[in-house]
Antibody, heavy 118, light 111 residues
Framework: QLQLQESGPGLVKPSETLSLTCSVSGASISSISYYWGWIRQPPGKGLEWIGSIYSNGSTYYKSSLKSRVTISVDTSKNQLSLRLSSVTAADTAIYYC??????????WGQGTLVTVSS | QSALTQPASVSGSPGQSITISCTGTNSDVGRYNLVSWYQHHPGKAPKFIIYEGSKRPSGVSNRFSGSKSGNTASLTISGLQAEDEADYYCCSYAGSSTLYVFGTGTKVTVL
């Protein structure tokens, strides 16, 4: 059964870089025809797609975040990574990783809360 | 890319049916038959309940159904139960550069 688990610092200072890892078990992150993505939910707000990486290595980012986001995979560790630079309080959110196709996002990780504060 | 528009809240009594709308544009909902719906209980991982507009994944109750007309997709929950109380989000594929746009979310309350 495919499972995803996010990990990383729960507190990041403003202007620094947020780095998260998503460990994948039960399937290879190199699986053909799947995307692996990051989605976040700021406190009291809705879900926001951040970006994804396809099985061929192509990356896709939300336009408003594109200049600050990098998504990559480490196939040797079966892990997905997110880097978000120059963070502000507006980047405080629960961050989820997930596998998806064009038609559906599933499964999701449990999510990890990242707070941006000095 | 703006979020898809959903009502902030919808409520109903046990056994009733409710419908949640999800309005996008002809660049997302209206263009692709790739709307999905997610049930989210706070503190848990979102669970996908509808894909490709109206298809249910294995294990999802047939009380959940989806449809689409033009730029608006809809989720209907029939025979409302207490366990259906949650936040619901729609999501649409939006093309090869943007990929995805989520809805604003709807809080469902069972009275």
């Amino acid at each position: 059964q495919l499972q995803l688990q996010e990990s990383g610092p729960g507190l990041v200072k403003p202007s620094e870089t947020l780095s998260l890892t998503c460990s994948v078990s039960g399937a290879s992150i190199s699986s053909i025809s799947y995307y692996w993505g990051w989605i976040r939910q700021p406190p009291g707000k809705g879900l926001e797609w951040i970006g994804s990486i396809y099985s061929n290595g192509s990356t896709y980012y939300k336009s408003s975040l594109k200049s600050r986001v990098t998504i990559s995979v480490d196939t040797s560790k079966n892990q997905l990574s997110l880097r978000l630079s120059s963070v502000t309080a507006a980047d405080t959110a629960i961050y989820y990783c997930a596998r998806h196709t064009m038609g559906a996002v599933a499964p999701w990780g449990q999510g990890t809360l990242v707070t941006v504060s000095s | 890319q703006s979020a898809l528009t959903q009502p902030a809240s919808v409520s109903g009594s046990p056994g009733q049916s409710i419908t949640i709308s999800c309005t996008g544009t002809n660049s997302d909902v209206g263009r692709y038959n790739l709307v999905s719906w997610y049930q989210h209980h706070p503190g848990k991982a979102p669970k996908f309940i509808i894909y490709e507009g109206s298809k249910r994944p294995s294990g999802v109750s047939n009380r959940f159904s989806g449809s689409k007309s033009g730029n608006t997709a809809s989720l209907t929950i029939s025979g409302l139960q207490a366990e259906d109380e949650a936040d619901y989000y729609c999501c649409s594929y939006a093309g090869s550069s943007t990929l995805y746009v989520f809805g604003t979310g709807t809080k469902v309350t069972v009275l």
